[in-house]
């Protein structure tokens, strides 16, 4: 019985010290991945304030129409391409000049949850305004954002629905 008892522990001590058949087939295929990895798209900078565009544009029309939730909505979405900017361009200068429209977003946020006509407006222009400054800031001043004169979207109404 010892003997067998030492037989199971020298397999067992040589099973865990051996090297694995599989090492070089499991690296080769995490060189794989992460090569794969490298070649996945990731929105650019530009892509993502693309989108903050369009949602700026929108939050303006749902504000001042007075279709709150819709407005809710739209800054949200803001504030998720924002994030999505920390995450995804973390490398990229600008991104450190983001934390300055933090606290414009939040006031444009209070006002449309107070449902706010007047301070929605004041809250948008310096929401904008703020936005123009970082572009200036980080050598984008060419990119000029303005208080929306028409809709995006010609296929939407940014009316509030009637409540029934």
């Known amino acids: 019985m010892k003997y067998l008892l030492y037989v199971i522990m020298g397999i067992s001590f040589w099973a865990c010290n051996a090297p694995s058949q599989n090492t070089a087939l499991l690296q080769r295929q995490i060189d794989s991945l992460q090569a ?3 070649k996945t798209y990731k929105p650019g900078l ?9 949602h700026h544009n929108k939050l303006w029309f ?6 709150w939730a819709l407005a809710d909505f739209e800054i949200n979405e803001i504030k998720e391409s924002l994030e999505d900017i920390k995450t995804y361009c973390a490398d990229r ?5 983001i934390e300055m429209i933090g606290a414009p977003i939040q006031n444009v946020s209070t006002a449309i949850q107070q449902k ?3 301070q929605f ?9 703020t936005c123009n400054t970082c572009h200036q800031g980080t050598k984008h001043g060419f990119n000029v954002i303005t208080i929306p004169a028409t809709p ?8 509030a629905p009637v409540e029934k």
């Not at 530009?46 to 369009?54: A, T």
């Not at 995006?152 to 009316?159: A, E, L, V």
Request: glycine share 6%; hydrophobic share 35%; aromatic share 10%.
């Open 93 to 97: 200068p600008e991104t450190k000049s």
């Open 116 to 118: 706010d006509d007047a």
């Open 46 to 54: 530009g892509e993502f304030m693309s989108g903050i565009q369009v």
């Open 36 to 38: 794969q990895l490298h």
């Open 121 to 129: 407006k004041n809250s948008f222009k310096i929401l904008t305004a």
């Open 152 to 159: 995006p979207f010609s296929n939407q109404d940014f009316k």
């Open 62 to 67: 749902a504000g001042i129409n007075r279709n």
